[in-house]
């Protein structure tokens, strides 16, 4: 039920607090540790010792749960959803160990904020400060917009009730990629001929002020300048990142060469475990006062943490319902039938078994690298505590492909996206155990009477990853990260255009049975197959399925790349708008990359899935054949296709629109019609054949005069 922005404002504290801190977690900083806002907000408090309140918050936005974009699907699809859920409750834990409390409700965060001012306002407070991280893209930009309008308004209000003048301030910050903008090599990318910048200072907030700078201004003046009105700051961010190159390569090598990770911040500390030193910065979390809890609950704002997604779209009333729907409807998965959030239990074939949290984001980190798992982030190891080998980070390089296994690749993007980790964590946990494996070379040396590399404790020392290297792969993957963030701040709307950045005019098909076909993984190619119905049962696919999927999507099918863009956006569970926007254009040919990649889909299956693992997992119709022939069914003679109880169809002549992905549909299907039937490619397979497999595109041409397919062209 709906509350006034007023409700909160008969009840105070035994002690009146000047400063009321708000602190506003969100999908992409779910963390204590290298959580600016939090730092900054906790060292204030501290400075005003019992005279200030610091209040943490987040909001399930209700408008994340409805019908967006061009398919109608919910930006925030249930496997998401579900992950969220278990990382906002891992917090609300780790708060109330340290004596302060997440504060959470369901709806938006504009009324959200409007009844913590109230709170303040009963508490007696006569300032009260939001600070919140800022995340790319204009939808972002317009809520951040929405929420300061908001909150200015609210605080104006109740100076006007009587209560007092309430001053107010905005404070936003920087923090999702691994370089701060205030530390970019611009003039390195300025002598390579891109465009001057506009200045060297992050300028990413709405009014003009550097991240974690106050925006300190009369509520009027705010709500005049950011209330209805769309925000400016994706064109001036625009201009702000006018030099960063439109390459990739041009992009991350200078940056990794040239610019400084700045040191993640500790978590705030306990006030019970503050240190004794009263000149001392040390962040410290006040403790949330229990005079303030039953007018937190009055206001709706300590609601328990759901654990059941399919309830929330419920909630969210018809529009909620009809956006799960077209989700179930397109995945073929139902809802209700996932595990709930935090109890543990995962899809056996899952690729990702974990439940979300700072502590599992660092102890599958310290995992990866083979690091002790115990003790806060940065705590590494020391010389004393050699590193545990072997250990996945070892064979990175050559297994970050692979299209299965769970310590294949590190599978932390889930962890990032939510904000449960820092790219800074990950670097600093990286650069000591970099720091000892220079130590432990430079001893190796000195007993051969050779001298190594100086260690550089707490450092490192950054060079272009090589065969035999390590964590250096993995750092360079963060640095790919950067670049699809920053180039969504740099090109904004253009990104999202039929052509993309290509500057092409391109026309797409929008056919929504064929888009059926590949979203169900349908379209008789087993590699495309076996990662869609990973996706649409875990929320998770390979990196070279993603590549590989989405090629084929746009140039094999020619559908547009926007509906493969929104249906991930709605289905991965580590869903990055940026990061997922950047990757489509990227893998389509609308990106600014000069090679316009096509992936031969068969050959990169035969290359990144051997063994066919993946296939035999998700398409276990196929299972019974051999493995080369699991990744190229028509060629499969009768007699092969027979003993393995395999039968080659159309859709059409199967009969049925069959849920593929439901396994045990499947198996029913299977046993009434006595065999498992595999629909025909909807291409013809030798254009999924790389050019260099001679032998294998002769096998393919005489396959495909045999078998009929439904080409698209």
Same mark, same amino acid.
């Given at each position: 039920?709906?509350?006034?922005?007023?409700?909160?404002?008969?009840?105070?504290?035994?002690?009146?607090?000047?400063?009321?801190?708000?602190?506003?977690?969100?999908?992409?900083?779910?963390?204590?540790?290298?959580?600016?806002?939090?730092?900054?907000?906790?060292?204030?408090?501290?400075?005003?010792?019992?005279?200030?309140?610091?209040?943490?918050?987040?909001?399930?936005?209700?408008?994340? =749960?409805?019908?967006?974009?061009?398919?109608?699907?919910?930006?925030?699809?249930?496997?998401?959803?579900?992950?969220?859920?278990?990382?906002?409750?891992?917090?609300?834990?780790?708060?109330?160990?340290?004596?302060?409390?997440?504060?959470?409700?369901?709806?938006?965060?504009?009324?959200? /904020?409007?009844?913590? /001012?109230?709170?303040?306002?009963?508490?007696?407070?006569?300032?009260?400060?939001?600070?919140?991280?800022?995340?790319?893209?204009?939808?972002?930009?317009?809520?951040?917009?929405?929420?300061?309008?908001?909150?200015?308004?609210?605080?104006?209000?109740?100076?006007? +009730?009587?209560?007092?003048?309430?001053?107010?301030?905005?404070?936003?910050?920087?923090?999702?990629?691994?370089?701060?903008?205030?530390?970019?090599?611009?003039?390195?990318?300025?002598?390579?001929?891109?465009?001057?910048?506009?200045?060297?200072?992050?300028?990413?907030?709405?009014?003009?002020?550097?991240?974690?700078?106050?925006?300190?201004?009369?509520?009027?003046?705010?709500?005049?300048?950011?209330?209805?009105?769309?925000?400016?700051?994706?064109?001036?961010?625009?201009?702000?990142?006018?030099?960063?190159?439109?390459?990739?390569?041009?992009?991350?090598?200078?940056?990794?060469?040239? $610019?400084?990770?700045?040191?993640?911040?500790?978590?705030?500390?306990?006030?019970?475990?503050?240190?004794?030193?009263?000149?001392?910065? $040390?962040?410290?979390?006040?403790?949330?006062?229990?005079?303030?809890?039953?007018?937190?609950?009055?206001?709706?704002? /300590?609601?328990?943490?759901?654990?059941?997604?399919?309830?929330?779209?419920?909630?969210?009333?018809?529009?909620?319902?009809?956006?799960?729907?077209?989700?179930?409807?397109?995945?073929?998965?139902?809802?209700?039938?996932?595990?709930?959030?935090?109890?543990?239990?995962?899809?056996?074939?899952?690729?990702?078994?974990?439940?979300?949290?700072?502590?599992?984001?660092?102890?599958?980190?310290?995992?990866?690298?083979?690091?002790?798992?115990?003790?806060?982030?940065?705590?590494?190891?020391?010389?004393?505590?050699?590193?545990?080998?072997?250990?996945?980070?070892?064979?990175?390089?050559?297994?970050?492909?692979?299209?299965?296994? /769970?310590?294949?690749?590190?599978?932390?993007?889930?962890?990032?996206? =939510?904000?449960?980790?820092?790219?800074?964590?990950?670097?600093?946990?990286?650069?000591?155990?970099?720091?000892?494996?220079?130590?432990?070379?430079?001893?190796?040396?000195?007993?051969?009477?050779?001298?190594?590399?100086?260690?550089?404790?707490?450092?490192?020392?950054?060079?272009?990853?090589?065969?035999?290297?390590?964590?250096?792969?993995?750092?360079?993957?963060?640095?790919?990260?950067?670049?699809?963030? +920053?180039?969504?701040?740099?090109?904004?709307?253009?990104?999202?255009?039929?052509?993309?950045?290509?500057?092409?005019?391109?026309?797409?098909?929008?056919?929504?049975?064929?888009?059926?076909?590949?979203?169900?993984?349908?379209?008789?190619?087993?590699?495309?197959?076996?990662?869609?119905?990973?996706?649409?049962?875990?929320?998770?696919?390979?990196?070279?399925?993603?590549?590989?999927?989405?090629?084929?999507?746009?140039?094999?099918?020619?559908?547009?790349?926007?509906?493969?863009?929104?249906?991930?956006?709605?289905?991965?569970?580590?869903?990055?708008?940026?990061?997922?926007?950047?990757?489509?254009?990227?893998?389509?040919?609308?990106?600014?990359?000069?090679?316009?990649?096509?992936?031969?889909?068969?050959?990169?299956?035969?290359?990144?899935?051997?063994?066919?693992?993946?296939?035999?997992?998700?398409?276990?119709?196929?299972?019974?054949?051999?493995?080369?022939?699991?990744?190229?069914?028509?060629?499969?003679?009768?007699?092969?296709?027979?003993?393995?109880?395999?039968?080659?169809?159309?859709?059409?002549?199967?009969?049925?629109?069959?849920?593929?992905?439901?396994?045990?549909?499947?198996?029913?299907?299977?046993?009434?019609?006595?065999?498992?039937?595999?629909?025909?490619?909807?291409?013809?397979?030798?254009?999924?054949?790389?050019?260099?497999?001679?032998?294998?595109?002769?096998?393919?041409?005489?396959?495909?005069?045999?078998?009929?397919?439904?080409?698209?062209?």
């Amino acid at each position: 039920m709906a509350q006034s922005d007023g409700a909160a404002a008969t009840t105070a504290t035994a002690v009146a607090p000047a400063t009321t801190a708000l602190v506003w977690f969100r999908p992409g900083d779910l963390r204590l540790s290298d959580h600016e806002p939090l730092h900054n907000a906790a060292q204030s408090a501290a400075l005003h010792n019992e005279g200030a309140l610091l209040l943490p918050f987040a909001c399930l936005e209700e408008r994340d =749960l409805v019908p967006s974009g061009p398919l109608g699907l919910p930006r925030l699809g249930p496997h998401r959803l579900r992950l969220l859920l278990e990382a906002l409750s891992s917090l609300r834990g780790a708060l109330r160990g340290r004596g302060s409390e997440l504060l959470f409700s369901c709806g938006c965060t504009e009324a959200a /904020v409007g009844r913590l /001012v109230a709170l303040a306002a009963g508490a007696g407070s006569t300032h009260v400060a939001l600070h919140h991280y800022m995340q790319p893209g204009a939808a972002s930009a317009e809520l951040e917009d929405a929420v300061a309008a908001r909150f200015a308004a609210v605080a104006a209000q109740h100076g006007e +009730y009587g209560l007092g003048p309430m001053r107010s301030s905005v404070h936003r910050y920087w923090g999702c990629t691994l370089y701060h903008p205030d530390d970019l090599p611009y003039a390195l990318w300025q002598a390579q001929g891109s465009p001057a910048a506009g200045n060297e200072h992050s300028g990413l907030d709405s009014n003009g002020t550097s991240a974690g700078e106050a925006q300190v201004a009369g509520p009027t003046a705010a709500a005049e300048q950011q209330g209805g009105r769309p925000s400016s700051r994706p064109n001036r961010q625009q201009q702000r990142f006018a030099c960063l190159p439109r390459v990739m390569s041009d992009f991350r090598r200078p940056l990794q060469a040239a $610019a400084t990770v700045r040191p993640p911040l500790p978590a705030p500390c306990p006030a019970d475990s503050a240190p004794a030193d009263s000149r001392s910065d $040390a962040a410290v979390l006040p403790p949330f006062p229990a005079a303030l809890a039953a007018a937190a609950a009055e206001a709706g704002l /300590v609601a328990g943490i759901p654990t059941e997604p399919a309830g929330l779209y419920a909630a969210a009333g018809p529009a909620g319902e009809a956006a799960l729907a077209r989700w179930e409807h397109l995945t073929g998965q139902r809802c209700a039938s996932l595990a709930p959030a935090g109890c543990g239990t995962h899809d056996p074939r899952s690729a990702v078994p974990f439940t979300m949290g700072e502590e599992q984001a660092l102890q599958r980190l310290r995992h990866i690298l083979g690091l002790p798992a115990q003790g806060p982030p940065g705590s590494g190891c020391s010389s004393e505590q050699s590193p545990v080998r072997p250990a996945p980070i070892d064979e990175y390089q050559d297994s970050r492909m692979t299209a299965t296994g /769970v310590d294949s690749s590190a599978k932390l993007s889930a962890f990032l996206s =939510l904000g449960c980790l820092s790219p800074r964590s990950v670097w600093a946990e990286t650069a000591r155990l970099a720091a000892v494996e220079q130590q432990q070379q430079q001893q190796q040396g000195q007993r051969e009477g050779q001298r190594g590399e100086e260690p550089l404790p707490g450092a490192l020392r950054w060079r272009e990853p090589q065969r035999g290297d390590t964590w250096r792969w993995l750092l360079m993957h963060l640095g790919i990260r950067d670049f699809f963030l +920053y180039s969504a701040l740099k090109e904004g709307a253009a990104l999202e255009q039929p052509g993309g950045l290509s500057g092409r005019h391109m026309e797409w098909l929008h056919d929504e049975a064929l888009f059926l076909r590949w979203t169900r993984g349908q379209t008789g190619i087993p590699f495309v197959d076996a990662s869609m119905r990973e996706l649409a049962a875990t929320g998770y696919m390979s990196n070279r399925g993603r590549q590989n999927v989405a090629s084929f999507l746009s140039k094999s099918l020619g559908l547009d790349w926007r509906w493969g863009a929104a249906y991930f956006e709605s289905v991965l569970a580590d869903s990055d708008w940026a990061i997922n926007l950047g990757n489509w254009a990227y893998n389509s040919g609308t990106g600014a990359d000069p090679r316009d990649r096509r992936f031969c889909t068969v050959s990169q299956g035969l290359r990144y899935d051997p063994e066919a693992e993946l296939i035999c997992r998700w398409v276990p119709e196929l299972a019974a054949l051999p493995t080369e022939l699991a990744h190229q069914p028509w060629q499969a003679t009768p007699e092969q296709m027979a003993a393995a109880g395999v039968q080659l169809e159309s859709a059409e002549q199967a009969g049925a629109d069959l849920v593929v992905a439901d396994t045990e549909a499947a198996a029913d299907v299977a046993e009434a019609a006595g065999h498992h039937w595999y629909p025909l490619p909807l291409v013809d397979p030798a254009t999924q054949v790389a050019k260099g497999h001679k032998q294998a595109k002769q096998k393919q041409a005489a396959a495909s005069k045999a078998a009929p397919t439904r080409a698209v062209h």
